[in-house]
């Protein structure tokens, strides 16, 4: 996330520094969200800058025994079950331990039950031998309801129920949690109080914290306190057609052409159609999104944050001017787009970084559109969809075209709602010739048409 | 920031703009209707902060006067609780100050200062006998006095969070606050400490009660035996903040000075925020260091912003903080510089590990970058008069303003709250924001804080607020502080516009 000068790689230490690997363990029994929050916090880990991956347990097993059969796999009197089990958990740690020592991942998280204080110590000295922190999230909920919407919205559609019917599916599953059930040890305020981790509560209600030591961990705590799972939905749009896109040029703060005061007009429509419950509404503070938001008669937030990628010394200049001017930079911007820093201006990374309290924020929220700019739009899809930073700036985010993102299981569903008003493709596919010395065509090989 | 006119704020949200929808195209009407007859309103651009407004007849549209019924603006009455000596002022004061330096107007109510506002004169820990009836009738009165400036801060005065710092250790007393909040449709968030550490107790009342008022005629010894006599009062009636008996309301309970929270109910966007706050703040002592890059070629020109790099007296300065920082002795310190060139050239003098923020570069000066002031005057004459008139929300035409700097350096500031010490080498309106952070400073003193080159500010928490050291490392360096003009008007001449820019 920030650039660091120091003049030896602490990398080979095992004494913990700051820049310690990071090991997130998972507690709490089936169906309490647990997968959930690994992914969802390994795909924001990963947005914000930090090489995360997850090891999901079950995973592990499910490769090993290839046919799940019952639950009494998981009775605690099964010795062969019990063996298996041990087997792909350390499995999963040396996979872990490959990932953090030698792979450089910062933060690795651990996906299983955990939910006996043995297996938690086997993992903490796992940890402590390898010079790596450790941080808890244990998930803890009684709620009948919630526990029942988990099995059906993610538990029925695993490999393990593939040739069940609903019923059967739930009936199983309710004896694996029993299968836990005695031997369940959650994290408790005294004999754990040297430990760090997060005690989630009824689903976000109410959460425990104990010892916070680095700002990962604190950085994670947030992050979770602020994750919920109300059903909503984010729309995300850029602002109509510019006058500049028009002409080709990036940048600038100019107003709509009048083929994107229709598309604002059109976005109305399509809103009241959707019927969408307490819509937020956020632009940036560019002209042409609040031209756009200003169509839809409804109040709207403008926030600084969400301005178009500035391109410095670039800005408001056609490809082939760049290409003209500055064709170095027009090749290395091509060769690593995402870490490329226009002259007096921002790159992708920097606008993750500008990004990252939009994106808190829209976790918070429940129904939100935010109209803003194809740089922006690449970042904040890049998040929800969990793209590499590789993939980001290429995102395909044309004019006119609403994006409308809707939680479900353990990712997110994209509808694409193209509104049917004409405007110009801004979107520049990277070239095959990326290097500083190639010609002007084959730099400019890929530029879409403009006036 | 506090700000002089809290009825400017944007309903003290973080600083975004919120923008209301146009009054005609209400949605009782039509659809049909609505759309023959819907045209989107006008924009200007507000001269001074360059923000996009709808105007109505070329005039700018009002925002919508504040509501009554609770909504994401709804102002927030924070509530601490606690025995006597667990830090509740310490924390209400400090939540305070973040607050307002991010744009939320936020003011503390310490119901202790009502009680010797009355009483004038501190007898004794009996006054908090809880079979004291005198002094109980004595103490609801000012709980309800202090309430009563509460409520006319959040609704009248333009107040967005008030902080009631007090006790509070009954259900009851809360109870009471709980149905005036309600009243008057603030949303309540409870802050309790609790702490049974007898070494960080005593460390408390040597560091703020032996200093108070109530104490100025007696000895440590008195002082402090009647101090715990006094906690003893409230000890008994103490009911703490409960996961199932108050399971309804929103609260954070700090245990043992940050090692463990149980955070229930965050309802919003500020309660976030402070729960964040408040998890990333401790008490071990440490110093946060400031200064600036060594003078730079760009300083000496008089011209502003750009990526130069050091003069030769700048880097002798940089020679200097080495020196500076080795007498110093400082354990473990975190230096961070920007990523421009002239933090970055002194941070590598010190042969140390070092961090680059982005987000501590110095302010976009857009189209200024590079002027001298004498320029800016020639070129824009208009914008240097703005930015006279109102320092901190001015923008720079494609550029930034100090408002915007603020809301850039959050993220440093809760870093600095998490770190012990730390060197943080800047540029000078960047060390203005940081420093207004750490001593309080208004948004109108900010732009105007003094943070001449080569010289070190030593910062080191002290009671409730920051001592600072000012050292100046004895290197000569161009001034770079141009004061606000007398004359701030438009139709200004270029001589009254330049009085105050400093020789180079």
Redesign the interface.
């Known amino acids: 996330m920030?650039?660091?000068?120091?003049?030896n790689n602490p990398r080979d230490r095992t004494v913990c520094m700051t820049n310690c690997p990071t090991l997130i363990v998972t507690v709490g029994l089936p169906a309490r969200g647990k997968t959930y929050i690994s992914k969802k916090l390994t795909r924001y880990l990963n947005w914000i800058g930090v090489p995360t991956k997850e090891f999901n347990v079950g995973d592990y097993r499910r490769e090993c025994l290839k046919i799940y059969k019952s639950f009494e796999f998981f009775r605690p009197d099964n010795e062969e079950g019990v063996k298996i089990r041990r087997q792909c958990a350390m499995s999963a740690l040396n996979d872990v331990r490959q990932y953090l020592s030698v792979e450089g991942g910062q933060v690795a998280v651990f996906d299983a039950t955990n939910t006996t204080r043995d297996r938690r110590g086997t993992i903490m000295k796992f940890a402590e031998q390898n010079g790596f922190k450790v941080f808890f999230v244990e998930s803890v909920c009684e709620d009948p309801e919630v526990i029942a919407q988990n099995i059906v919205q993610v538990k029925l559609g695993n490999p393990d129920y593939m040739n069940c019917s609903s019923e059967e599916a739930i009936e199983d599953f309710m004896e694996r949690i029993k299968c836990y059930e005695t031997s369940y040890q959650p994290l408790d305020?005294d004999l754990d109080?040297d430990v760090s981790y997060i005690k989630i509560m009824d689903v976000g209600?109410?959460?425990?914290?104990?010892?916070?030591v680095?700002?990962i961990q604190?950085r994670i705590?947030?992050y979770l306190?602020?994750i919920h799972i109300t059903p909503r939905s984010i729309y995300l749009c850029r602002h109509g057609e510019s006058d500049l896109n028009i002409k080709g040029r990036i940048g600038g703060d100019s107003?709509l052409s009048s083929r994107g005061?229709e598309f604002?007009?059109r976005l109305r429509?399509f809103l009241?159609e959707q019927k969408i419950k307490d819509l937020k509404i956020w632009t940036s503070?560019?002209?042409r999104t609040?031209?756009t938001?200003?169509?839809l008669?409804?109040?709207?937030?403008?926030?600084?944050?969400l301005n178009e990628i500035d391109a410095g010394v670039c800005?408001e200049m056609m490809y082939e001017e760049i290409q003209e001017h500055f064709p170095l930079e027009f090749a290395l911007r091509d060769q690593d787009k995402y870490r490329y820093r226009y002259p007096?201006g921002e790159s992708y990374e920097?606008l993750v970084?500008r990004l990252e309290p939009v994106i808190m924020?829209l976790e918070?929220q429940e129904n939100v559109l935010v109209i803003c700019h194809q740089a922006v739009m690449r970042c904040l899809l890049a998040y929800f969809l969990d793209k590499t930073s590789h993939e980001l700036p290429y995102l395909k985010c044309p004019l006119h075209t609403v994006l409308k993102l809707t939680p479900v299981a353990y990712g997110c569903k994209v509808e694409s709602v193209y509104l049917g008003v004409e405007s110009v493709n801004t979107h520049r596919d990277r070239p095959e010739n990326v290097n500083v010395q190639r010609s002007t065509e084959d730099a400019l090989q890929t530029v879409p048409a403009h006036l």
């Open positions: 920030r650039g660091s000068c120091r003049p305020e109080s209600r109410r959460y425990l914290v104990n010892r916070v680095d700002h604190s705590v947030y306190m602020n107003g005061k604002a007009k429509s009241e503070q560019m002209k609040i031209q938001a200003e169509c008669g409804v109040p709207y937030e403008q926030w600084k944050s800005e007096k920097d970084q924020e918070r």
